[in-house]
């Protein structure tokens, strides 16, 4: 049976081990505030905080380049790392089928 990690919100099926904790800050839109994720490196950790901030802004300034190109991360230790960042939108599409021929848009009448 699953269940959900209290500390971290992963998913538990067992044996569950939470991913080490980073800090992150994205200087254009924070100014000096730090955010937590948790990630298993500082690589993973600006991924992570990039994609939190802008699912979490619902703005989305860093898919749409809005000059947002720098998260600063820190590990437990104190260790920093910069990246530059970058993200692409992933397109979705759906099918219906189409049972009726009256539904169907490129269907040619037929006169009879």
Same mark, same amino acid.
């Given at each position: 049976?699953?269940s959900?990690?209290?500390?971290?919100?992963?998913?538990?099926?067992?044996?569950?081990?939470?991913?080490?904790?980073?800090t992150?800050n994205?200087?254009e839109m924070m100014?000096?505030?730090?955010?937590e994720t948790?990630?298993l490196?500082? $690589?993973?950790?600006?991924?992570? &905080?990039?994609?939190?901030n802008? @699912?979490? %802004?619902?703005?989305y300034?860093?898919?749409?380049?809005?000059?947002?190109? $720098?998260?600063?991360?820190?590990d &437990?230790?104190?260790?920093?790392? @910069?990246? %530059?960042?970058?993200?692409?939108?992933v397109?979705?599409?759906y099918?219906?089928e189409?049972?009726d021929s009256?539904?169907?848009?490129t269907a040619?009448?037929?006169e009879?």
């Open positions: 049976m699953s959900r990690c209290e500390t971290c919100g992963g998913w538990s099926f067992g044996g569950h081990k939470c991913d080490p904790l980073f992150y994205i200087p100014d000096d505030e730090w955010r948790r990630a490196s500082h $690589v993973d950790a600006a991924e992570n &905080a990039c994609e939190e802008d @699912r979490g %802004s619902g703005e300034s860093i898919m749409r380049y809005e000059g947002i190109n $720098v998260v600063r991360v820190r &437990a230790e104190g260790v920093e790392k @910069r990246f %530059s960042i970058v993200a692409e939108p397109p979705t599409y099918a219906t189409i049972i009256a539904d169907d848009p040619e009448e037929v009879g």
